[in-house]
């Protein structure tokens, strides 16, 4: 049975129909993406019930320092499944083992650092990222079970889901995702408002998500016992290893991966401490409009990872022809949906805002953040796509300047300029600017990426489908 669908698997790779193959691996990462919207819609609608301006703010400054558990997730995982898909690819399960290894207990070894980090950082962490007297107590607690007890769980879910993704388990890889993000929502009422007293709603949402995913964490490591004559899988540490180029192969595109995450948190903090000034009814109704957001962006990067071990799988198998039709049929989905989404929520601003919290001044300022913000989404398709093609084809270069480019050194600029210029206003006009510097960013590396391919192409024959390695070339 194991033997049957790995067969499967490789059909999908190799021989599927491109619109076959793409959708079988992207939806259920996109199912997981919005799933995880809903439930992160789920703990911001829980607490708005509160009326509390102070606990919705301090879920969305929160919301940064958690990124960093995604942040290393998307370094041991995108990289370690970008680097196993294309030696599948290359028929070289030896040495797919051995990352999987190395990136399996690397990012456990990491969740365990950055929980006694959290752990004792707690108390100066807080003022830095935003929080102020009156939201300090929840965000304590809430950084507590999420990033504490709950730092092993968060990442390793995640972790394990890059993983399973990067052999072609694409359902299965969606299905563990999703179960954490299902137990969140049905959990968070029970903690939020059944077994804890009053007041504690937002330390209730965070037992919930703690407990979400250690049950799904749970199921993946299941996953891999029972699929322990799969060739890739192990838990052994005799196939954890950092030479033979593995650590270095991981790292080269799980650093872009984890920088691209790690520098949307700052990006997020350099909002939150800009706009804090405003009041707690201001950092709620930012935090409210980016979670609206999150249904083009997040939905849009569940796309592009679905497909990164299938392009990279052809990459390695020197399949060029097959990528490039994967690549132009999944930018034209993304880009027909992110302009859907920009549509929809420039018609709807204000009662997608009004979903989450009714509160006046929220309201108000969630309605002028979100109307800017829809602008954009189609942008950021053309850049995730992008950065998909150079961390799935292991060019290290190119996916760290635009991952440095859409969050970093243009958005955290921008704000500050932008605020001296039009007030608070300028602060939500910085993610469009930022996003249509990395929109041309993206497509100069891009064609120069195509040139390349095509050097190759005429050099080896156009039928010939020799490997093409331009890891350094820009």
């Not at 690397?106 to 935003?130: C, D, H, K, S």
């Not at 053309?382 to 950065?387: G, H, I, P, T």
Request: proline share 4%.
């Amino acid at each position: 049975m194991s033997m049957e669908k790995n067969k499967k698997r490789t059909w999908i790779f190799e021989e599927a129909p491109i619109p076959e193959a793409v959708f079988t691996m992207a939806i259920p990462t996109i199912i997981t993406q919005l799933i995880n919207i809903v439930y992160n819609f789920a703990d911001a609608w829980y607490v708005g019930r509160t009326g509390s301006a102070a606990m919705m703010a301090a879920l969305s400054v929160s919301l940064p320092v958690f990124i960093i558990i995604q942040a290393l997730a998307n370094l041991f995982g995108i990289g370690g499944a970008s680097a196993i898909s294309r030696a599948l690819g290359r028929k070289d399960t030896g040495r797919a083992r051995k990352i999987f290894a190395f990136s399996f207990y690397g990012g456990l070894m990491a969740a365990v650092i950055y929980a006694v980090v959290v752990f004792f950082a707690r108390p100066l962490m807080i003022p830095l990222i935003g929080g102020s007297e009156d939201s300090y107590p929840y965000i304590y607690n809430y950084m507590f079970w999420t990033m504490v007890v709950g730092a092993i769980p968060t990442l390793g879910n995640a972790l394990c889901g890059h993983l399973v993704r990067s052999i072609g388990a694409a359902r299965e890889a969606g299905f563990g995702l999703s179960m954490g993000g299902v137990l969140n929502i049905i959990l968070d009422p029970l903690f939020m408002f059944v077994l804890l007293p009053r007041g504690m709603e937002v330390t209730g949402a965070a037992i919930a998500t703690c407990l979400s995913n250690t049950i799904a964490l749970t199921y993946f490591l299941v996953f891999f016992y029972r699929h322990r004559d799969n060739p890739v899988f192990t838990f052994s540490p005799a196939d954890f290893t950092i030479g033979e180029g593995i650590s270095g192969e991981v790292f080269s595109i799980g650093t872009a991966a984890a920088l691209q995450t790690f520098l949307a948190m700052v990006s997020n903090i350099f909002a939150n401490k800009l706009v804090v000034e405003y009041g707690s009814a201001a950092v709620a109704g930012m935090g409210i409009a980016k979670k609206v957001n999150m249904i083009a962006f997040n939905t849009t990067m569940g796309l592009t990872q679905g497909v990164l071990p299938l392009i990279a799988y052809n990459y390695g198998a020197k399949k060029h022809v097959r990528m490039e039709q994967v690549i132009r049929f999944t930018a034209a989905v993304a880009l027909g949906y992110t302009t859907c989404c920009t549509i929809f929520f420039r018609l709807f601003t204000r009662r997608l805002i009004m979903f989450f919290i009714k509160e006046p001044a929220s309201v108000d300022f969630g309605t002028k953040f979100l109307s800017v913000l829809a602008f954009a989404a189609p942008l950021c398709a053309l850049s995730y796509m992008a950065n998909t093609i150079f961390q799935a084809s292991g060019n290290r270069r190119a996916s760290f300047i635009l991952s440095i480019m859409r969050k970093g050194v243009v958005d955290i600029p921008a704000m500050i300029i932008f605020k001296t210029m039009m007030g608070l206003s300028g602060v939500t006009w910085a993610t469009p600017f930022a996003e249509v510097t990395s929109a041309i960013t993206a497509g100069v590396l891009y064609t120069r990426f195509k040139k390349s391919m095509k050097e190759m192409k005429l050099a080896s024959g156009e039928g010939s489908g020799d490997v093409y390695e331009i890891h350094d070339e820009y």
